[in-house]
């Protein structure tokens, strides 16, 4: 006999109630804290953006083609960490699901490696190259490790499209807010804290940044939860993000 429930001969009890859990209404709190992951992740972008080549060429003491040659090698391991990254993520288990606990595990240390990325070694020569590098791969990979699932995560809190295009809007405008007070605000910590040392002034500055990146992604991990089942999320197969990588690596080099 026909029935207005839902068909549980496709659909498990557990799925079921994921699915009604996945339409509840999000708190302001859950929101903001949504918008606050990606705000911390502009903090990060709008550094190495907007400062990292003149922090590299002025403070640091490299050429610019060294610079150059830097970002361009970066760019190529980003076309292949991105893919990888998402492989990683579709796979994690944990209690707290698969995409929220990357923002508990990368937070601390990605503000580290922003911190690092932005202070003057002892260095000299090759040294001081390899120090530039190793830090700007590690501040890169840290980013892709947070941001990737980052970016699904709002497809396991609900399937409701207005909580969808709410949780946006809060997250684009946490994110102008975040872009505003880096551009505006490190070079005013740059003078505060360096007192004519441009070394000092970018590595105290740019740390107090992160720290505040890292209490974003924090705040983002505890406010935040995933309400979809595994079951109902899916994987994608190894051949399908090999096949995504492959067209992402073609993209960028024809770019």
């Not at 709410?166 to 880096?182: D, E, T």
């Not at 441009?198 to 705040?219: E, K, N, P, R």
Request: with cysteine; aromatic share 12%.
């Amino acid at each position: 006999m026909p029935t207005d429930s839902v068909n549980t001969g496709s659909i498990s009890g557990k799925k079921a109630e994921g699915i009604i859990s996945a339409h509840t209404k999000l708190s302001v709190s859950e929101k903001i804290g949504y918008g606050l992951g990606d705000a911390g992740g502009t903090i990060i972008t709008c550094l190495i953006t907007s400062f990292l080549t003149f922090f590299y060429t002025d403070v640091f003491g490299l050429t610019p083609a060294i610079v150059g040659t830097l970002f361009i090698s970066l760019r190529v391991i980003d076309a292949i960490s991105d893919p990888l990254m998402g492989i990683l993520a579709d796979r994690t288990q944990s209690r707290w699901g698969r995409f929220r606990p990357w923002q508990l595990w990368i937070a601390l240390p990605i503000g580290v490696v922003g911190f690092l990325t932005f202070t003057v070694p002892g260095l000299s020569g090759d040294a001081k190259i390899a120090y530039a590098f190793f830090t700007y791969f590690l501040l890169s990979v840290s980013y892709t490790a947070i941001n990737v699932p980052y970016c699904a995560l709002i497809n396991t809190m609900t399937t409701d499209h207005r909580e969808v295009i709410s949780c946006q809007s809060w997250r684009f405008v946490l994110c102008g807010v975040a872009g505003f007070m880096v551009s505006v605000g490190l070079p005013w910590l740059v003078q505060i804290f360096g007192k004519g040392d441009a070394a000092l002034g970018y590595q105290q500055g740019v740390g107090l940044l992160c720290a505040i990146a890292v209490v974003m992604f924090l705040w983002c991990f505890f406010t935040v939860r995933e309400r979809l089942p595994l079951a109902l999320l899916g994987q994608f197969s190894i051949r399908e993000h090999i096949r995504g990588m492959l067209k992402t690596i073609s993209c960028c080099w024809y770019c």
